[in-house]
C-alpha cells in the first residue's frame, strides 16, 4: 500500500463546478499535512496547509480526518487557471515527507 | 515573491559531461535542503537530503557518486550529476524546508535536463 494514495484523474469538470479530491496516509504518526499545486513543466507551489479544525481559503476548503486517515480539497466555482496537479503532502515529523502522485485536474469553458 | 532559486532552469548538455544545479533560499536559513526528481506525468522522487556542514543522505537507489551533493552554507546547496547519460536527463527540483513555518517546503523552480 503507498504511503500517500491520491486518485490520478483527471478530473474532467466545466467552469464554475464544484470538485473534491481525497487523499489517504497510511502513517497514523503522520504529523503535518499540505496541498500542493502543481502546473505542468513546474515546481509544486504550497496551496494550503490542512487542519483539523479544517482550513480555507476563498473557493479552496482542505480537511484532515485523522481517525480516517484522509485528507480532501474542495475547489468551488473552479475557474480555468485551476486546471493544474494537485498533490497530498504529509510529514512525518522533522522534514520527512511524502508526496501523493497527484491528482490531475482540468477546468473547461 | 520566489522564496527559493534554483539556477539553471534548463541545461541541454553532451553525455560525459558534467552539469551543476544551485538551489538558494532567499529569504531563510535553510539548514536542510532536499534533491528532487521528476519524470513525466510522475511523482515527485526523493534523492537526498542536504544537511548544512554535513553529509547529504541520499535515498536508496541513488548513487552518491553520480549525484554529488554540497551544502557549504545556509543558503546554498548545489547538485552535481557527473558524466551524465541520457538517461539522467529529467526535471530535478530543490526544496528548502522552514522549519519556522511548521516543516513547510519551498520549492525552486526546477532544473530541465536533457543529455544528448
Known amino acids: 500500500r503507498k504511503e500517500v494514495e491520491q486518485d490520478p484523474g483527471p478530473f474532467n469538470v466545466p467552469e464554475g463546478a464544484t470538485v473534491a479530491f481525497n487523499c489517504t496516509y497510511s502513517?497514523?504518526?503522520?504529523?503535518?499535512f499540505f496541498w500542493y499545486r502543481q502546473d505542468c513543466r513546474k515546481e509544486p507551489k504550497l496551496l494550503m496547509s490542512?487542519?483539523?479544525s479544517g482550513n480555507e481559503d476563498g473557493r479552496f476548503t482542505a480537511q484532515l480526518n485523522r481517525a480516517s486517515q484522509y485528507i480532501s480539497l474542495l475547489i468551488r466555482d473552479s475557474k480555468l487557471s485551476d486546471s493544474a496537479t494537485y498533490l497530498c503532502?504529509?510529514?512525518?515529523?522533522?522534514?520527512?515527507?511524502?508526496f501523493g502522485a497527484g491528482t490531475r485536474l482540468f477546468v473547461k469553458a | 515573491g520566489a522564496v527559493v532559486s534554483q539556477h539553471p532552469s534548463r541545461v541541454i548538455c553532451k553525455s560525459g559531461t558534467s552539469v551543476k544545479i544551485e538551489c538558494r533560499s532567499l529569504?531563510?536559513?535553510?539548514?536542510?535542503m532536499f534533491w528532487y526528481r521528476q519524470f513525466p506525468k510522475k511523482s515527485l522522487m526523493l534523492m537526498a537530503t542536504?544537511?548544512?556542514?554535513?553529509?547529504?543522505?541520499?535515498e536508496q537507489g541513488v548513487e552518491k557518486d553520480k549525484f554529488l551533493i554540497n551544502h557549504a552554507s545556509l543558503t546554498l546547496s548545489t547538485l552535481t550529476v557527473t558524466s551524465a547519460h541520457p538517461e539522467d536527463s529529467s526535471f530535478y527540483i530543490c526544496?528548502?524546508?522552514?522549519?519556522?513555518?511548521?516543516?513547510?517546503?519551498?520549492f525552486g523552480a526546477g532544473t530541465r535536463l536533457s543529455v544528448l
Open positions: 542536504s544537511n548544512e556542514g554535513s553529509k547529504a543522505t541520499y
Open positions: 526544496s528548502a524546508g522552514d522549519r519556522v513555518a511548521k516543516n513547510i517546503q519551498y
Open positions: 529569504d531563510f536559513q535553510a539548514t536542510t
Open positions: 503532502v504529509v510529514t512525518l515529523g522533522g522534514f520527512k515527507t511524502i
Open positions: 502513517n497514523s504518526a503522520s504529523q503535518s
Open positions: 490542512v487542519y483539523s
